[in-house]
C-alpha cells in the first residue's frame, strides 16, 4: 500500500475540519487523492477546491441547479452514494448536525475506512453506529483532537486496562464568568474561542461545554468504556488534549499546540505519522505551565444534561444533540440568550417520550420531534 | 503463562528499589515468586526478607561468613549464578554502582528478562550491553521512572517515527540556587530531595543533575536514538516522567504521582498492567499545576560533562559513572563540597586517554583508572 494514494471523500469540505484535511492532503500530496468533495452552503469555494483537486464525484447541498460547465470533469452523487462508492478507501464525515449519519453508515456498510469529525452522529446513534462498524469490521478513526488523543494514548494498549479516560475542556471564553454573567453573553463574545479555531456550531458548544458532554457520549462508543469510566477536566492552555488512566494508575497524555491539522492527520495516516513542517510543535525552551482543575457543573448545565441524557440512552441523547443544534441557531440569530440554551435542551428532554433501543427511523423522528419542541418553546417564551 | 509465577531474581534487593520491589510482590503474590536475593552491606534486612520470600538463592556481599541457620533453605550463588540459573525467569537489576554490570551481561546471556533498575550499567557499557540483549534476542525493560515514561509512550508506536525524547528532571532542591550558594550545599541538604524517595548515591546526581545526564546515555541505548534526538526540560512536580515527540508533531507522556513501585510494578507484569490498590493515582478533582523550563546548563556543569562524555563515547561514560560515583562518596563524608563533584568529574575525564570500541576489560580498566586518579586528586587537593 505504501506508493498507493489513499483515495479519500471529503463531506463537508468547505466546512473548518473540511478546510484543512484539503491543507494537509495538500502538503501530503503523493499519499492522498481526494476523489469525492461534498459541502452544504459553500458553493463557491467547493468549485474552486473541486477545479484544485480534481476529484471524480461532487455532491452541493444548495445553491447550485446544474453543475458549472467548469466541473464537466466531476460527476454529481449522493452523500450516501460518495460514501459507499468503490473508488473511495476512507471517508472523512466533517458535516455537522444530522447530515453526517446516513453517510457514516453507507459508508460502513460499504466497508469503508471512517474518519469521523461530526459529533452528532455517535451522540444522536452511538448505539447503532458502533453495531455497523463492528459488524463490519471496521474501527471509526476519530477526528475530534480529545478522542485522538485518547486513541492516541491507547495505542498498543488494552482496553480492558482502561481505569478511566480524562477529557480536557478549555472551558471556553466564559469559564470564570459567574451566573449573572452569563445571561448577557452575546453570539460575537461567545464565538471568540481563546484557544481553538473552529465552527460556529462547535465554537458555541464549546462556550456552553455542551461540546464536552457530547464528547463524553463519544468517547463511550469509541472506546467502549462505561460512563462512569469519564471525567472531565478543565485545562484551559488546550495543550493536553486528552488522558487515559490505566488500572496500575499509569496515566497517559497526548500533547500538541492547538492545532486541528494534527488530528486530521493522524486519522488520515494511521498508523503511519508523517513528517509535516506546517504543523506546529511544542516549544521545550519556552518555560511552559499546565494547568487542570475541575468543571463547575453547576455553572454549566450543558454539561450535566448530557451526561444524564448519556445514561438514560435510549432517544435522549439523540433529542439532546437536536435540541441543542436548534438552540445554538435562535442564539447565534440573537433570538434567545445564551443562558436559554441549556434551558431550552433541559426542557425538550423533560418532555421527551422515549423510545426504547431505537432504530435509525426512531432516531431520526426523537431528532424531528426535538426540533419542532425546540422551535415552539422559543416562539412561546420570546 | 496466566497461572504460572513469574521467577525473579532481586539483586539489590536492601537498596530502595529492592524493597518497593518487594512490597509489590507482597501484593501480587500470586503472580510472582522471589527466587533469588542479593544484597550488599545490609545482612540483617537481606536475612529478613529471605525469612519472608523463602527463595532458593542467596548471596551476601558482606558481613557474613557461614550461613545462618534460620537460611538453611537457601544455597550461596554468586551474583552471576543468580543472574544465569535455570530457575530464574527475570533478573531485576537494583544494584547501585559498577556491580550490576557482570550480572546484567550473566542474565543476557542466558536469555532472562532483564528488568534494570542500574544506571551505571547502560551508562558505563550501553554498546556492548545492547549488543548482548540484541543477539539473545531480549528487550531491556528499564526501571527508572523516565526510560519507564518513554517506554509505555512508545508501546504500540514505531522507533522510526521519533523525533525527540524529552526527559524530566526535577531539578533537585537546588535549581533555583546560584552558582555561591550552591559551593556551601551540605550532604544533608542535598540528600533532602523535594519529591522523590531514593537512595544516596542517585539522590545525590538529582542534586547536580548527574543523574538526568546518565539518563541522557541510557535512553540514548534503550530506544536506539540519537543524542542529538534527547530533550532534558525541568518539571519540578515530577508528575509527568517523560515525553516523547513523534514525528507528526504529535507528543506522549506517562504521569503519576512520584512512585518507584509504578515503573517497578510495569516491568514485572509487561506487557500487562495489573490493579494495586497500594499505587498512588492522580487526583482529578484537585487543581494541579505542571510546570516545564530548560535547564540551566552552566549552573548543573554535570549535564554538560554527561553529554559530552556520550558524544566522545568509547571509554569516556566509563569514566564518568565512575569518577562520579567516587566523587558522591568523598562528597557524602563530607570530604569534598558540592561543587567539586563536578570538578572532580571534569578533571577525571579530561586526563583520561580512551580505549576505542572497548571491550568489557577495558571499560573495567578505565573504571578502575577513573576511581584512582579521583582518589588521588582529591588527596592532592584537600
Known amino acids: 500500500m505504501d506508493h498507493i494514494a489513499k483515495r479519500i471523500a471529503v463531506l463537508g469540505s468547505t466546512g473548518s475540519i473540511g478546510r484543512q484535511t484539503l491543507e494537509i492532503v495538500r502538503v501530503l500530496r503523493d499519499k492522498f487523492q481526494i476523489v469525492a468533495l461534498a459541502a452544504g452552503r459553500n458553493t463557491d469555494l467547493l468549485v474552486q477546491q473541486a477545479l484544485e483537486f480534481r476529484p471524480n464525484l461532487v455532491y452541493f447541498e444548495e445553491g447550485i441547479s446544474s453543475k458549472p460547465d467548469c466541473l464537466d470533469f466531476c460527476t454529481f452523487a449522493s452523500l450516501e452514494e460518495i460514501a459507499g462508492h468503490p473508488n473511495v478507501d476512507l471517508v472523512l464525515v466533517a458535516t455537522s448536525g444530522k447530515a453526517g449519519l446516513n453517510p457514516t453508515i453507507a459508508a460502513l456498510r460499504a466497508r469503508k475506512q471512517v474518519a469521523l469529525a461530526n459529533k452528532e452522529v455517535l451522540v444522536s446513534a452511538g448505539n447503532l453506529v458502533m453495531a455497523e462498524a463492528c459488524h463490519a469490521g471496521i474501527d471509526i478513526l476519530p477526528v475530534d483532537s480529545e478522542h485522538s488523543a485518547i486513541w492516541q494514548c491507547l495505542r498498543g494498549e488494552r482496553t480492558a486496562e482502561i481505569e478511566r479516560l480524562v477529557l480536557t475542556a478549555s472551558g471556553g471564553p466564559f469559564f470564570r464568568y459567574g451566573h449573572e454573567a452569563m445571561s448577557g453573553i452575546t453570539p460575537e463574545q461567545a464565538l471568540r474561542h481563546p484557544t481553538w479555531q473552529m465552527g460556529k456550531k462547535v465554537t458555541i458548544d464549546s462556550a456552553t461545554l455542551m461540546n464536552k458532554g457530547m464528547e463524553i457520549i463519544e468517547a463511550r462508543w469509541l472506546f467502549n468504556v462505561a460512563l462512569s469510566q469519564i471525567e472531565v477536566v478543565i485545562h484551559p492552555g488546550s495543550v493536553v488534549h486528552s488522558l487515559v488512566e490505566f488500572r496500575d494508575g499509569s496515566v497517559k497524555a497526548q500533547l500538541s499546540p492547538p492545532d486541528m491539522r494534527l488530528p486530521i492527520q493522524y486519522a488520515l495516516t494511521y498508523p503511519e505519522r508523517l513528517p509535516n513542517d506546517q504543523l506546529p510543535r511544542m516549544k521545550w525552551d519556552t518555560p511552559m505551565s499546565l494547568s487542570f482543575e475541575k468543571p463547575d457543573w453547576t ?75 425546540t422551535a415552539d418553546w422559543s416562539l412561546n417564551k420570546l
Chains 1, 2 share one sequence.
Open 299 to 373: 455553572r454549566f448545565p450543558c454539561l450535566t444534561l448530557a451526561r444524564e441524557a448519556a445514561e438514560k440512552g435510549d432517544t435522549y441523547p439523540a433529542v439532546l444533540s437536536a435540541a441543542d443544534e436548534e438552540a445554538v441557531e435562535l442564539f447565534l440569530a440573537h433570538r434567545i440568550g445564551f443562558t436559554d440554551i441549556a434551558k431550552i435542551v433541559e426542557a425538550t428532554l423533560e418532555k421527551h417520550e422515549p423510545v426504547e433501543n431505537p432504530a435509525l427511523e426512531a432516531i431520526l423522528e426523537a431528532d424531528a420531534w426535538a426540533r419542532q419542541f
